[in-house]
């Protein structure tokens, strides 16, 4: 279980990273990482670390597609993390 915990909060932090950096590529005026990679990263256990980048970061908060779909993942991954607690 413990292994689980620590593999959920690396996502975490790569999504977190992931979305930092956007911010700061989007302010150098660089290239930036695709919406679609954001939006995977958060999908993929990241959403809690994604959902805060976003308002530690003031990033991607416009966006409807990710004002949606980031809580809804952080939804289902707390739910998926509880009945797997409970599973084991």
């Given at each position: ?55 530690l ?23 998926s ?5 409970n599973?084991?």
């Amino acid at each position: 279980m413990r292994y689980l915990i620590f593999v959920i909060i690396m996502l975490n932090m790569i999504a977190m990273v992931l979305f930092g950096l956007d911010k700061f590529l989007a302010i150098k005026g660089k290239c930036r990482i695709k919406e679609k990679y954001l939006i995977t990263s958060a999908l993929f256990f990241g959403a809690i670390g994604a959902y805060l980048a976003m308002y530690l970061f003031h990033h991607k908060t416009h966006k409807i597609m990710f004002n949606t779909f980031i809580p809804l993942f952080c939804i289902i991954q707390v739910v998926s993390i509880i009945m797997l607690y409970n599973c084991i």
